[in-house]
């Protein structure tokens, strides 16, 4: 039986992934004509047209698309096998947001090396790692806004649900008379503290709050999770912060929270990575570990520390 040229299967695997023959040449390091040339071979071969060239780039035809759904598993396979036999360990680059690797995967990410030494992970933390094309990274772990509770919930392609972001608003407990509680209405009294510019988690916050008073023309303005918090720890104001990043805080009753009132969930963290990756033992691995210790981390309302117990 006569195989199809492989050098071609592979310019195809990546021209298909990647859905644009320029980015399968800046790859290889080959010139465009060097991939066009190997997907005719590969498209005589088959008899039949691979790509539909459309005015933003290639489409795969069904053919196509038959082909990469086989080829993509099978040279992951190769790459893994082949990294076992040199001697390599396994990795991957996780992409993530800078406030959830700060407050929430680094301070965990120990007990995950400790049991899988074999297993060591690269960190990329970006502000915003949903717009990092998934050719750069292993995986992502991901946010998207909206209560993912929601029947009407977005669901991003590729995505393992890993923690809902639950927010409650807090502050040190100095900013409080004797540490008690205040009503929602009293809280325009206090200084806000944005986790970005326009405030768009308290003004979602207060969709689900609508007996809250807050006032926004003096608020500080931050731009991450971690210093708005660390801003709301040296008492400048009040910070809606999410209950799985201050769980150290809440037990040393450093920040406390302002009102008596739920937990709202208002976005979620979501672990990405391709079909064909899911199932590789580093990643397979990590995914499983990520979704356990999240699952430790629920909000339970009854036990979220009030100041003084």
């Given at each position: 039986?006569?195989?199809?040229?492989?050098?071609?299967?592979?310019?195809?695997?990546?021209?298909?992934?990647?859905?644009?023959?320029?980015?399968?040449?800046?790859?290889?390091?080959?010139?465009?004509?060097?991939?066009?040339?190997?997907?005719?071979?590969?498209?005589?071969?088959?008899?039949?047209?691979?790509?539909?060239?459309?005015?933003?780039?290639?489409?795969?035809?069904?053919?196509?698309?038959?082909?990469?759904?086989?080829?993509?598993?099978?040279?992951?396979?190769?790459?893994?096998?082949?990294?076992?036999?040199?001697?390599?360990?396994?990795?991957?680059?996780?992409?993530?947001?800078?406030?959830?690797?700060?407050?929430?995967?680094?301070?965990?990410?120990?007990?995950?090396?400790?049991?899988?030494?074999?297993?060591?992970?690269?960190?990329?933390?970006?502000?915003?790692?949903?717009?990092?094309?998934?050719?750069?990274?292993?995986?992502?772990?991901?946010?998207?806004?909206?209560?993912?509770?929601?029947?009407?919930?977005?669901?991003?392609?590729?995505?393992?649900?890993?923690?809902?972001?639950?927010?409650?608003?807090?502050?040190?407990?100095?900013?409080?008379?004797?540490?008690?509680?205040?009503?929602?209405?009293?809280?325009?009294?206090?200084?806000?503290?944005?986790?970005?510019?326009?405030?768009?988690?308290?003004?979602?916050?207060?969709?689900?709050?609508?007996?809250?008073?807050?006032?926004?023309?003096?608020?500080?303005?931050?731009?991450?999770?971690?210093?708005a918090i660390q801003a709301a720890v040296a008492g400048h104001g009040i910070a809606l912060a999410n209950v799985a990043y201050i769980d150290n805080e809440l037990k040393m009753g450093s920040l406390v929270p302002i009102i008596d009132h739920p937990p709202v969930a208002i976005g979620a963290h979501y672990?990405?990575?391709?079909?064909?990756?899911?199932?590789?033992?580093?990643?397979?691995?990590?995914?499983?570990?990520?979704?356990?210790?999240?699952?430790?981390?629920?909000?339970?309302?009854?036990?979220?520390?009030?100041?003084?117990?």
């Amino acid at each position: 039986m006569k195989l199809p040229p492989l050098t071609a299967l592979t310019y195809f695997n990546a021209a298909a992934l990647q859905l644009s023959f320029k980015a399968a040449a800046k790859q290889f390091c080959v010139t465009e004509g060097a991939i066009s040339r190997q997907i005719k071979l590969l498209e005589e071969y088959y008899g039949k047209p691979l790509f539909v060239r459309t005015r933003r780039g290639v489409q795969l035809t069904d053919a196509g698309q038959r082909l990469i759904s086989v080829i993509e598993p099978a040279i992951q396979k190769i790459f893994q096998i082949s990294q076992e036999i040199r001697g390599y360990s396994p990795q991957f680059t996780l992409s993530v947001t800078t406030s959830f690797a700060i407050r929430w995967l680094l301070p965990r990410l120990a007990n995950f090396e400790a049991t899988h030494p074999n297993f060591p992970i690269n960190i990329q933390a970006a502000k915003n790692p949903q717009k990092i094309q998934s050719v750069d990274y292993g995986a992502s772990i991901i946010y998207v806004l909206g209560d993912p509770y929601h029947s009407e919930a977005t669901i991003p392609a590729n995505g393992h649900f890993v923690m809902a972001e639950w927010l409650i608003p807090v502050c040190s407990p100095a900013l409080l008379d004797e540490g008690k509680s205040i009503s929602p209405s009293s809280m325009e009294e206090f200084r806000l503290i944005l986790n970005e510019s326009s405030g768009r988690d308290w003004r979602l916050w207060l969709e689900c709050t609508p007996t809250a008073k807050v006032q926004f023309d003096t608020a500080i303005r931050l731009e991450h999770d971690d210093t708005a918090i660390q801003a709301a720890v040296a008492g400048h104001g009040i910070a809606l912060a999410n209950v799985a990043y201050i769980d150290n805080e809440l037990k040393m009753g450093s920040l406390v929270p302002i009102i008596d009132h739920p937990p709202v969930a208002i976005g979620a963290h979501y672990f990405i990575c391709k079909p064909s990756c899911f199932e590789q033992p580093h990643i397979k691995a990590f995914s499983e570990w990520l979704m356990k210790s999240a699952a430790e981390c629920l909000p339970q309302n009854d036990k979220i520390p009030k100041y003084g117990e």
